[in-house]
């Protein structure tokens, strides 16, 4: 069974830093393509960045509202996948989900993100 | 930047009634176009893929159709678990969201 398993959440000032972690599990997460995706409260679904897998080069991709700010690591040898998340402003606030795959076949139950002062 | 519309924002039917959500690119997505189910206080979870495809477990009274800009979702006959919010999305190396489809109980 594939799980995958969001952690790192909590509550963060204006301005600062924050690192999510996502443990999968079921699956082998060294041939996954893994991505990061965030819901404010009462919004739509938000894509935050991928991390291609290391066979298909391992490169990152994020749109412009996190480009510069979010980082996407992943490290195989503990099937866990990273969002670092600096500069953090109140508009990044949400549920933050990992989800599998080119097509987002599986997701992770999600950690809050608060940032305020 | 390609960017998804989904109409219409809310839609109020009753159980057993056919459901058709509407999606629509801004420039061509070819047929990389899923759509994904999301409840109250959970995960979203993926309905179809590749416009068309089912994913695995998804009851065959879900359908995807279209291709290039215009897609659309069917549900054939809704059953009461069927009402929550969908969202279709491009799945070629860009992954932007449409604002979603509310499906409420008439």
């Not at chain 1, 992943?74 to 600096?86: C, I």
């Amino acid at each position: 069974e594939v799980q995958l398993v969001e952690s790192g959440g909590g509550l963060v000032k204006p301005g600062g830093s924050l690192r999510l972690s996502c443990a999968g599990s079921g699956f082998t997460f060294s041939n996954a393509w893994m991505n990061w995706v965030r819901q404010a409260p009462g919004k739509g679904l938000e894509w935050v960045g991928r991390i291609k897998s290391k066979p298909n080069g391992g490169t990152t991709d994020y749109p412009a509202p996190v480009k510069g700010r979010f980082t996407i690591s992943r490290d195989d040898s503990k099937n866990t996948v990273y969002l670092q998340m600096n500069s953090l402003k109140t508009e990044d606030t949400a549920i933050y989900y990992c989800a599998t795959g080119a097509v987002f076949d599986y997701w992770g139950q999600g950690t809050l993100i608060t940032v305020s002062s | 930047e390609i960017v998804l519309t989904q109409s219409p924002a809310t839609l109020s039917l009753s159980p057993g009634e056919r459901a058709t959500l509407s999606c629509r690119a801004s420039q061509s997505v070819s047929s990389y176009l899923a759509w994904y189910q999301q409840k109250p206080g959970q995960a979203p979870r993926l309905l179809i893929s590749y416009a068309s495809n089912r994913a695995t477990g998804i009851p065959a009274r879900f359908s995807g159709s279209g291709s290039g800009t215009d897609f659309t979702l069917t549900i054939s006959s809704l059953e009461p678990e069927d009402f929550a919010v969908y969202y279709c999305q491009q799945h070629s190396d860009w992954y932007p969201f449409g604002q979603g489809t509310k499906l409420e109980i008439k």
